[in-house]
């Protein structure tokens, strides 16, 4: 009997994801544990393996697509001693309607023509056709039919370079960037003449035309959200619209910290010519908060309707800037390792970060997290909440000031650090105190070491 392959939940929130890349191909037999494929969620690119046993018959969703829901078929495995041509013959009665049927269901322009009733599932997901003024058509992926509809790009004048000839995302790009072929003026004309008059300033809640409408045609490129994008969006909107953020500030001298970094530093053992660790002021941050949230265990919380959640370890996530947007991944247990393991640690999930390369428990969870723009120059900021956390440690930059130490001017290296807090469960006077603990971390660093 053929074996179902489908789209993994490669994380509890997952609805969809990428598939990026076949590791296998048509004919490749596979065993229980082998990679087989390569999936991009929101915020990383993770592995596939073969679960099962057997001969890949058919791959049914190509490289490259994009949003394929969880459970959907993706690919088919023939069993042993199972007829491969049988079990791929078999699997397009199996496989769910393609993505590309759900894009009429999008709310259609102000006085576009209705959609046509949808016809019933093709056999197989094969990617949709357009047909062109000569009666040939042009197979695309979803997402390259939207931005061709969006940039007024005509689909069948564009070449594709996916799977047999298949038009994607890339091509569409390419074709607004070397001003392809545009659809038929009538097709642009219409949902212009429904919208509104051009305002001096978008109302709340417009729609996407009438915010186009604000600028000059031909002066600026539509350039899609990416899954990354969108998530960050929606939890940026959901923190500050349900977390009643409360700031704290305060400035923490740090020459004490700095000349205790270049000592530990110095005197890092050697292996193979390079030094075990190399401790950053960032490294010493992370410890000074997990620490803090240690001495203040009632800051060291998140809150539920029905309850208060104490943690018992302060998991502190880091923010890690990657193309397109953030990711925050989480020092464990931070409380308890010492500097060079949290320095070792965050160079290792700071690098597969970037290359997204990171598993969900990774930089899911955790209890707070530290935000630190002080190596881009920043001043001073303060940062949003990311929910469920209750707090967030926006860190500046270290730099020289004239400070009055016993009635008398003197220059010290100060850096000022905003901690936001959920005032739903940490109050200002109890954000101050754990503000006042990690000043004294940082400027007391050998509390540090015991």
């Given at each position: 009997m053929p074996i179902n392959i489908t789209m993994p939940a490669l994380s509890p929130t997952m609805e969809e994801g990428n598939l990026a890349k076949w590791l296998v191909k048509e004919g490749d037999k596979v065993k229980s544990g082998d990679v087989i494929a390569e999936i991009e969620t929101d915020k990383a690119t993770m592995e596939v393996e073969a679960v099962d046993e057997g001969t890949v018959a058919k791959i049914v969703v190509p490289a490259g697509t994009e949003g394929v829901k969880v459970n959907a078929l993706i690919a088919v495995l023939a069993g042993e001693g199972e007829d491969v041509a049988a079990a791929a013959s078999g699997a397009g009665s199996a496989a769910p309607a393609p993505k590309a049927a759900a894009a009429p269901a999008e709310a259609p322009k102000a006085d576009a023509a209705p959609a046509?009733?949808?016809?019933?599932?093709?056999?197989?997901?094969?990617?949709?056709?357009?047909?062109?003024?000569?009666?040939?058509?042009?197979?695309?992926?979803?997402?390259?039919?939207?931005?061709?509809?969006?940039a007024g790009i005509d689909l069948s004048a564009v070449a594709g370079t996916g799977p047999h000839g298949r038009v994607v995302k890339g091509d569409i790009e390419a074709a607004v960037a070397g001003g392809g072929a545009k659809a038929a003026p009538a097709a642009v004309a219409a949902p212009q003449a429904a919208a509104p008059a051009p305002a001096a300033a978008a109302p709340k809640g417009a729609s996407d035309e009438a915010v186009l409408k604000l600028?000059?045609?031909?002066?600026?490129?539509?350039?899609?959200?990416?899954?990354?994008?969108?998530?960050?969006?929606?939890?940026?909107?959901?923190?500050?619209?349900?977390?009643?953020?409360?700031?704290?500030?305060?400035?923490?001298?740090?020459?004490?910290?700095?000349?205790?970094?270049?000592?530990?530093?110095?005197?890092?053992?050697?292996?193979?010519?390079?030094?075990?660790?190399?401790?950053?002021?960032?490294?010493?941050?992370?410890?000074?908060?997990?620490?803090?949230?240690?001495?203040?265990?009632?800051?060291?919380?998140?809150?539920?309707?029905?309850?208060?959640?104490?943690?018992?370890h302060a998991d502190v996530g880091v923010a890690v800037s990657i193309p397109g947007g953030l990711i925050t991944p989480i020092v464990r247990k931070a409380e308890e390792k010492t500097l060079s393991t949290i320095s070792n640690e965050m160079r290792d999930l700071g690098k597969r970060a970037k290359d997204r390369k990171l598993k969900p428990e990774e930089y899911q969870g955790g209890?707070?997290?530290?935000?630190?723009?002080?190596?881009?120059?920043?001043?001073?900021?303060?940062?949003?909440?990311?929910?469920?956390?209750?707090?967030?440690?926006?860190?500046?930059?270290?730099?020289?000031?004239?400070?009055?130490?016993?009635?008398?001017?003197?220059?010290?290296?100060?850096?000022?650090?905003?901690?936001?807090?959920?005032?739903?469960?940490?109050?200002?006077?109890?954000?101050?105190?754990?503000?006042?603990?990690?000043?004294?971390?940082?400027?007391?660093?050998?509390?540090?070491l015991v």
């Open positions: 046509p009733a949808p016809s019933a599932p093709a056999a197989a997901p094969a990617p949709a056709a357009v047909s062109s003024a000569g009666g040939a058509r042009t197979f695309s992926s979803p997402l390259a039919r939207r931005l061709a509809k969006e600028f000059e045609q031909g002066s600026y490129e539509l350039v899609p959200h990416d899954g990354m994008r969108k998530t960050i969006a929606r939890r940026l909107v959901e923190s500050k619209q349900t977390v009643p953020h409360f700031y704290v500030s305060v400035d923490c001298e740090l020459d004490a910290l700095m000349a205790l970094r270049a000592q530990l530093n110095d005197a890092a053992p050697r292996k193979d010519g390079a030094p075990a660790y190399k401790l950053s002021v960032n490294d010493m941050v992370i410890k000074a908060m997990a620490l803090a949230l240690r001495d203040v265990p009632d800051a060291n919380v998140s809150w539920t309707e029905n309850a208060m959640v104490k943690h018992k209890t707070t997290s530290v935000s630190n723009m002080g190596m881009m120059g920043v001043k001073n900021f303060a940062a949003v909440i990311n929910p469920p956390h209750a707090t967030i440690l926006a860190v500046g930059a270290g730099e020289q000031r004239v400070i009055v130490k016993n009635g008398e001017m003197a220059i010290a290296t100060v850096m000022t650090v905003t901690l936001s807090t959920d005032h739903r469960c940490v109050d200002g006077a109890l954000g101050a105190e754990l503000l006042q603990a990690f000043k004294g971390y940082i400027e007391n660093p050998m509390g540090m």
